[in-house]
T-cell receptor, first 113, second 113 residues
Framework: ETGVTQSPTHLIKTRGQQVTLRCSSQ?????VSWYQQALGQGPQFIFQ???????GRGNFPPRFSGLQFPNYSSELNVNALELDDSALYLC????????????FGPGTRLTVL | GENVEQHPSTLSVQEGDSAVIKCTYS??????FPWYKQELGKRPQLIIDIRSNVGEKKDQRIAVTLNKTAKHFSLHITETQPEDSAVYFCAASTGQAGTALIFGKGTTLSVSS
């Protein structure tokens, strides 16, 4: 098992609400990437954070935003939730200079009703 | 952008048989190709990876081969065991800071005893 942790494990929200998901990276890792995994699909890249700045972004609207803190932990915020946002949200940590070697957390299962 | 195709979507084998999963990628700049195993309800777990300066890599019963000219790479599992049953994802990355892992849609491997 990796040292990447996420909270909460499960979350149920209603359409239009806002949600914040949290991720603690593996010890020594300074880069965090977030992915959305819909049922039966591979993970899709949302964005990556390094040195508290967004360092790359996938094809997700601006209502998906994030933060990285000085201890390298990270948050994913989603505003104005839509039914299609229901998915498993995964964070992955890595080392700068080796950001492609990513280790995933257990994920947060978000259900939007 | 990068596109990764993965085949087959499902694969059923008898215990002890070999299993092969194939992926193709579109971006010739991709140079890092990891494979993840995801058991039901668990995180994607990195099982093996290969970089574009290597043609083959082995780790016990698992091997990955890469053909850069044809832009395809494959996962080979020998002497399969029931605990190998899971969803396997291939991915590709250019390795540049801020870039994503682009995943295939996954292969559900079932090993029956």
């Amino acid at each position: 098992e990796t040292g990447v942790t996420q909270s909460p494990t499960h979350l149920i929200k209603t359409r239009g609400q806002q949600v914040t998901l949290r991720c603690s990276s593996q010890s020594g890792h300074n880069t965090v990437s977030w992915y959305q995994q819909a049922l039966g699909q591979g993970p899709q890249f949302i964005f990556q954070y390094y040195r508290e700045e967004e360092n790359g972004r996938g094809n997700f609207p601006p209502r998906f935003s994030g933060l990285q803190f000085p201890n390298y932990s990270s948050e994913l915020n989603v505003n104005a939730l839509e039914l299609d946002d229901s998915a498993l949200y995964l964070c992955a940590s890595s080392l700068v200079g080796a950001t492609d070697t990513q280790y995933f957390g257990p994920g947060t299962r978000l259900t939007v009703l | 952008g990068e596109n990764v195709e993965q085949h087959p979507s499902t694969l059923s084998v008898q215990e002890g048989d070999s299993a092969v999963i194939k992926c193709t990628y579109s971006d010739s700049a991709s140079n890092y190709f990891p494979w993840y195993k995801q058991e039901l309800g668990k995180r994607p777990q990195l099982i093996i990876d290969i970089r574009s300066n290597v043609g083959e890599k082995k780790d016990q019963r698992i091997a990955v081969t890469l053909n850069k000219t044809a832009k395809h790479f494959s996962l080979h599992i020998t002497e399969t065991q029931p605990e190998d049953s899971a969803v396997y994802f291939c991915a590709a990355s250019t390795g540049q800071a801020g870039t994503a892992l682009i995943f295939g849609k996954g292969t559900t491997l079932s090993v029956s005893s």
